[in-house]
Antibody, heavy 121, light 108 residues
Framework: QVQLQESGPGLVKPSETLSLTCTVS????????WSWLRQSPGKGLEWIGY???????TYNPSVGSRVTISLDRSENQSSLKLTSVAAADTAVYYC???????????????WGQGIRVTVSS | SYVLTQPPSVSVAPGRTATITCGGH??????VHWYRQKTDQAPVLVIY???DRPSGTPERFSGSNSGNTATLTISRVEDGDEADYFC???????????FGGGTKLTVL
């Protein structure tokens, strides 16, 4: 059974860097597309980006140059870094496994439970 | 960028059929995926590639996609189906994942 678990600080100060980790079990991080998404309070889902091992990541222009997604094969983890955070970045952040994201149509079949991150001084 | 439009809310009585739409320009030419999100839980994939069901999705859930509208249909609605439902596509031209705004299904 594939399981994903997000971890990281629940509180980040404005202008600082948000760093989250997604630990994957039941699937090799070197295969599939590993995505990050977020959901602001009372809002819909926003895709942040995804990465496939050996390829450059693809990001949502809404977060632009502030975001970096990476993989750590040795730890079977994916990481998200978001710089210069502001109150608008307050959200529940999810990691998810992507399928077929380079061929036909990307869908997300397994999700982590999410981690709530608040940006506040 | 590609836009998906969903009705904010749909209400249905138990045992009846719920229909949730997802509109987009020529969406019939794309593959649509649907997620259910219950309160304070992570989204769960319920339909992929327009009409396929992952293991665990009841047969009461079905999907279709044609023209400018994709549809998620839930037959014999139960109280436990109450949730937010999101449609999603992949924009091949940008390699971006795009979500609809979500539809809150209320079981009366």
């Amino acid at each position: 059974q594939v399981q994903l678990q997000e971890s990281g600080p629940g509180l980040v100060k404005p202008s600082e860097t948000l760093s989250l980790t997604c630990t994957v079990s039941g699937a090799a991080i070197g295969t599939y597309f590993w995505s990050w998404l977020r959901q602001s309070p009372g809002k819909g889902l926003e895709w942040i980006g995804y990465i496939y091992d050996g390829r450059s990541a693809t990001y949502n222009p809404s977060v632009g140059s502030r975001v970096t997604i990476s993989l750590d094969r040795s730890e079977n983890q994916s990481s998200l870094k978001l710089t210069s955070v502001a109150a608008a970045d307050t959200a529940v952040y999810y990691c998810a496994r992507g399928i077929d994201c380079s061929s036909s149509s990307c869908y997300l079949d397994f999700w982590g439970q999410g981690i709530r991150v608040t940006v506040s001084s | 960028s590609y836009v998906l439009t969903q009705p904010p809310s749909v209400s249905v009585a138990p045992g009846r059929t719920a229909t949730i739409t997802c509109g987009g320009h020529n969406i019939g030419g794309k593959s649509v995926h649907w997620y259910r999100q219950k309160t304070d839980q992570a989204p769960v994939l319920v339909i992929y590639y327009d009409r396929d069901r992952p293991s665990g999705t009841p047969e009461r859930f079905s999907g279709s996609n044609s023209g400018n509208t994709a549809t998620l249909t839930i037959s014999r609605v139960e109280d436990g189906d109450e949730a937010d439902y999101f449609c999603q596509v992949w924009d091949r031209s940008t390699n971006h994942v795009i979500f609809g705004g979500g539809t809150k299904l209320t079981v009366l």
